[in-house]
């Protein structure tokens, strides 16, 4: 029986989804769902998340129900399901009550197996007592931490989902992610699955993206001199605000830029004509708050900016994944300020949530501030949060340039001494004026122009201090203490520097250009530099025909093609049925619909070379 199934497997994997093997993870995720065990899968952006549970929906002999936060994610996967030649459908708000009531007696009726829902609509009650009528057999909860309170993007409601399990005792429960440390990974399964969900955990490397941090001044320079080496790519820029977002797109297109500002403040038309441009132009910039990013599938996106500090390293790794899904290399980089993580912490302190929430945030905000002034390599760093080993990347920014690292003990008993001396009352921008004897009329009007440590760190300058002072918070020295308007206060640790117990060493933190990081090698890479770049202008000429195809079908490009199947057309070149039926991504019925428009593409292009 279970070669039969084995087979079946296969068979559908080839004949359905056009793949010829599964990718790491998958096999194991798919048989667990098909043995009836409940599954948590943790899976790198890119991964293939999707098809853990659209095969098995496929070949079961029940119904399925998926459960998405975005009504375009559902709308994009409906449509690449479709063009599969398997039935899917949605019922959301975006579609009229016809569309709705259409979809619903499709899914009843056995015409389709796969329904898409939103969870506030799935838990509606005359939904879930519906839904006892049929055969369900197994739910699927994507973007799963939004469930949880721990996660990155709580949404209060998917907490109903926990009832799930009351309602369908007999459904097999599948939950996806991408990003979920160990204790967002436990209340998810605890949630859904009452704690005996399989927790699968498929690793967070993500070896074709390099990672860099920079100090956050001259940002609109910086900013544009780093997108002009991006020339022709597209990619995202995220902002902390809506009014930081609007302002950053205005500067970037009058730079000369093709950019697009996207917030929760614009329409939802607006939104959805934003995303539909993104998904389908090319050479295009986002610029964007979170409220875009969930569930995108835009496989060439070539680089991720921070321009503000994210909430949690959580939020940090789930949005840079959104870069290079294609496998190719991919960059990202986080501008990092002090006053960001200001920001950050009062957003925590003025926000909704009991103390221990809180302090959980706080402690999460504290990680990402320690990626930030890490001196190690970034990879390692940011695996080790998830608690996953990984040996250097050799092509972040402290990789490729490591930090000099010396002993700035002096010069940080000076900034411990003026917050003492000053009466741990006073914020960062105040203490390093006072030790760098700055004449302002607050050091006068508090007479800390008399204080013993006034002017003696004159000799450095207002960014070594912000720099240093970063470092001191990162490393458990200082506090910013947000009830007392962000005063700087000194911890346990700051007595064992005061008193010569301890030394403190700190990186040097020069001003420096913004350059593109060195480019990962990837075997991908050599499908775009076969015949001295013959290949590059037939890959081209494929994704514009797919362009035109996707766009007159009203779907994204990904629907017809991903990046690496029309890479391995341009490759192979196949000209006859049997040869483009081989190439990994194609089907029986993506042969049917598309294989014309390709070999045309093929012929045109070789009886002009």
Request: net charge neutral.
């Amino acid at each position: 029986m279970e070669t039969t199934r084995d087979a079946r497997l296969m068979l559908a994997l080839k004949q359905v989804f056009g793949f010829d093997s599964f990718r790491p993870g998958q096999r194991e995720i798919i048989e667990n769902l098909l043995n009836n065990h409940d599954v948590l899968a943790v899976m790198p952006t890119g991964a293939g998340k999707s098809l853990c549970y659209q095969l098995p929906a496929v070949i079961s002999s029940s119904k399925s129900i998926v459960v998405s936060p975005l009504l375009a994610l559902m709308n994009d996967q409906i449509a690449a399901l479709n063009d599969l030649n398997v039935g899917a459908a949605a019922i959301h708000s975006g579609y009229s009550r016809s569309d709705n009531v259409c979809s619903w007696r499709s899914f009843t009726s056995g015409e389709i197996q796969v329904l898409y829902l939103s969870p506030e609509k799935l838990m509606q009650e005359r939904m879930i007592e519906a839904l006892k009528t049929q055969e369900i057999g197994m739910f699927v909860i994507d973007e799963a931490h939004c469930i949880s309170k721990w996660g990155a993007t709580f949404r209060p409601d998917y907490e109903a989902l926990s009832q799930l399990r009351d309602h369908f005792p007999e459904a097999v429960i599948g939950a996806f992610t991408a990003t979920a440390d160990k204790a967002t990974r436990a209340d998810i399964n605890q949630k859904l699955t009452r704690g005996q969900g399989r927790i699968l955990v498929m690793g967070f490397d993500r070896p074709n993206l390099s990672l860099a941090v920079y100090p956050k001044r001259n940002l609109r320079d910086a900013l544009i001199n780093y997108l002009k080496s991006k020339d022709g790519e597209s990619g995202i820029v995220y902002c902390l605000s809506r009014r930081e977002t609007d302002k950053i797109a205005d500067l970037l297109n009058t730079s000369g830029f093709n950019a697009i500002a996207y917030h929760a403040g614009k329409s939802s038309e607006y939104r959805d004509a934003a995303q539909n441009r993104f998904m389908t132009g090319n050479h295009i910039i986002m610029v964007a708050t979170i409220a875009f990013g969930m569930g995108i599938d835009k496989t060439d996106i070539r680089f991720i900016v921070h321009a503000s500090l994210p909430g949690s390293i959580e939020a940090f790794y789930q949005e840079i994944g959104r870069a290079g899904r294609d496998g190719l290399p991919a960059e990202t980089v986080l501008f990092f300020g002090l006053s960001d993580l200001i920001k950050r912490q009062r957003m925590i302190f003025e926000g909704e949530g009991d103390e221990h929430y809180k302090l959980l945030e706080y402690k999460r905000l504290d990680h990402l501030l320690g990626y930030c002034e890490s001196v190690i390599c970034r990879k390692v760093a940011l695996l080790s949060y998830f608690d996953e080993g990984g040996s250097p990347c050799g092509n972040c920014d402290n990789c490729v340039s490591p930090p000099l690292v010396e002993d700035y003990t002096t010069e940080a008993k000076i900034i411990l001494e003026a917050i003492l001396q000053t009466g741990q009352y006073f914020g960062v921008t105040h203490i390093i004026g006072v030790v760098r004897g700055a004449k302002t009329s607050k050091v006068a009007e508090k007479h800390h122009d008399k204080l013993s440590v006034f002017g003696v760190g004159n000799a450095h300058s207002k960014q070594f201090y912000q720099s240093l002072i970063r470092q001191l918070i990162a490393a458990g020295v200082l506090r910013v203490n947000l009830e007392r308007y962000g005063a700087l206060q000194l911890r346990s640790k700051a007595r064992n520097i005061l008193e010569n117990e301890e030394t403190f060493e700190a990186k040097l933190n020069p001003s420096k250009d913004i350059v593109p990081q060195a480019k990962i090698s990837s075997a991908d890479d050599t499908l775009l530099s076969v015949g001295d770049g013959i290949a590059q202008d037939l890959f081209q000429a494929l994704k514009d025909t797919r362009l035109e195809i996707a766009r007159g079908k009203g779907v994204p490009a990904f629907v017809v093609f991903n990046d690496n199947t029309l890479k391995e057309i341009a490759l192979v070149q196949p000209l006859t049925e049997s040869e483009f039926l081989k190439i990994n991504g194609v089907g029986p019925k993506k042969l049917e619909v598309y294989f014309e428009r390709f070999v045309d593409v093929i012929r045109k292009f070789n009886s002009e070379v």
